[in-house]
C-alpha cells in the first residue's frame, strides 16, 4: 500500500499475479499463496468444525493476529529493500498491505459470526466498547488505504498521496493498542508485536547509512528489545495488578521461558545478519549498493 511508479504498460486488470509488464511471476504468486495460505487454512478449519468450542471466537483471535501480522510484514518491505538489498521487495508492498485489510475484514466477518449475525448488537458493542470502536476505526482506516492504492488514485492525489499513506503507521499502532486491550493480562503477542513495530519505526529513523549496517541494526534490536520490554512493564503496572516488576525481571531469567522482548531480540538479530548474507548472495549487487 505505498509508493509505486506508473508505468505505461501496466496490464489492465492488476492482478496480483503479474508483473507492472503484465508478466506471469511466480514469485508474486508463491508470496501471494503463502499469505492468503493461514486464512484459506482457518476457513476450512472453521468449515469442518475443527477451532474448538467456540469457534468463531478462535477464528476472530486467529484472523485478528494474522490481520496485525501483515501490516507490520508490510511496514517491513522498504527496510527489507535495504537491509538485504533487495530492490525487487517494493514490488510486494501493496499487495502485502492488502492482504493485511483482508485479514481484517476476515477478522470483523468472524466477530459477526461469533456474534450470531446479530448486526445492531453488533453495531451497539463497536460503539459502546473503546477496544471495539478502535478496531473499528483501525479497519476503516486500512479501506481507504486499500482503496487509493492504486496508480489511479495515486496519480489523482499527486503530493497528498504520500502523506495519506504513512497513516499506515498510525493504524499500525492502534492496531497494536486494540490487541493490548483484548488481550488484559495475557498480552505477550501484543507485547511481541509492539517490539517489532518499534525496530521497524526505530530503523525509519536511522541516517541513511546506517540502514544497512549490521553493527547499527543489532543496536537496534537491542533497542526494540528494551522498548518492548518497557511497555510490556507499563501495561502490566497500569493496567493490572500483576507484579509488572517481576515480570519485567523475567526478561533476564533463562529459566522464565522465551519472553516477547526476548523474541523481538532474536527476530532483531536474524535482520541484523541479512546484510551479510545479501553480499555472499548478491556480492556484486552489494559492492554496487555501497
Ligand atoms: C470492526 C473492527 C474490529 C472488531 C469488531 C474487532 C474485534 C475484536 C475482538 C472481539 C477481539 C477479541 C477476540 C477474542 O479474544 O474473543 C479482537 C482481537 C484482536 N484484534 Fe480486532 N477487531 C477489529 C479490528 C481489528 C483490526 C483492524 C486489527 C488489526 C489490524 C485487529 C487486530 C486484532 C488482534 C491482533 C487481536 C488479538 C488476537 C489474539 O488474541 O490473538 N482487529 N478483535
Given at each position: ?6 508505468a505505461?504498460?501496466r ?16 514469485t508474486?504468486?508463491?508470496v501471494?499463496?503463502?499469505a ?6 482457518l476457513?476450512?478449519l472453521?468449515?469442518?468444525g ?12 486467529e ?9 507490520l510484514?508490510?511496514?517491513a518491505?522498504?527496510p527489507?529493500?535495504h537491509?538485504?538489498?533487495w530492490p525487487q521487495a517494493?514490488?510486494?508492498r501493496?499487495?502485502l ?10 477478522h470483523?466477518?468472524?466477530?459477526a459470526?461469533h456474534?450470531?449475525?446479530?448486526l445492531p ?5 463497536i460503539?459502546l466498547?473503546?477496544y471495539?470502536?478502535?478496531g473499528?476505526l483501525?479497519?476503516?482506516?486500512l ?5 487509493t ?9 499527486g503530493?497528498?498521496w504520500k502523506?495519506l499513506?504513512?497513516?499506515v ?21 501484543a ?45 502490566y503496572?497500569?493496567s493490572?495488578n ?5 515480570i519485567?525481571?523475567?526478561n533476564l531469567?533463562?529459566?522464565a ?5 526476548q523474541?523481538?531480540l ?12 545479501a ?12
Open positions: 500500500m505505498s509508493a509505486t511508479t506508473l505505461p504498460d496490464p489492465s486488470i492488476p492482478w496480483p499475479w503479474l508483473t507492472r509488464g503484465g508478466r506471469f511471476s511466480w508474486r504468486m508463491l501471494l499463496v503463502s492468503i495460505a493461514p486464512g484459506l487454512v476457513l476450512w472453521l468449515g469442518s475443527q477451532m474448538g468450542a467456540e469457534p468463531w471466537k478462535a477464528a476472530a483471535k484472523s485478528g493476529t494474522w490481520a496485525i501480522r501483515f501490516l510484514i508490510s511496514l518491505v522498504t527489507l529493500r537491509v538485504a538489498n517494493l514490488t510486494f501493496r499487495m498491505g492488502l492482504v493485511a485489510l483482508g485479514y481484517a475484514v476476515l470483523l466477518l468472524m466477530y459470526g456474534m450470531a449475525w446479530d448488537e453488533i453495531a451497539s458493542e460503539l466498547r473503546f471495539l470502536t478502535l473499528f483501525v479497519l476503516l482506516g479501506v481507504v488505504l486499500g482503496v492504492s492504486t496508480d489511479g488514485w495515486q496519480a489523482r492525489l503530493r497528498r502523506a499513506h504513512r497513516a503507521y498510525a493504524l499500525a499502532a492502534a492496531g497494536i493498542f486494540h490487541q493490548f486491550l483484548q488481550a488484559k493480562s495475557r498480552a505477550d503477542g507485547v511481541l508485536m509492539a517490539g517489532v513495530f518499534l525496530f521497524l519505526m526505530a530503523w525509519r529513523a536511522l541516517p541513511g547509512r546506517w540502514r544497512a549496517s549490521p553493527l547499527a541494526l543489532a543496536g537496534l534490536a537491542v533497542l526494540a528489545a528494551a522498548g518492548a520490554a518497557g511497555v510490556e512493564f507499563a501495561w503496572a497500569l493490572s500483576l507484579p509488572a516488576a517481576r519485567l525481571a523475567a531469567d533463562p529459566g521461558g522465551l519472553r516477547p522482548a523474541l523481538t532474536v527476530l532483531g538479530l536474524a535482520v541484523a545478519v541479512l546484510p551479510w548474507l553480499r555472499l548472495r548478491w556480492p556484486g549487487r552489494a559492492a554496487r549498493a555501497r
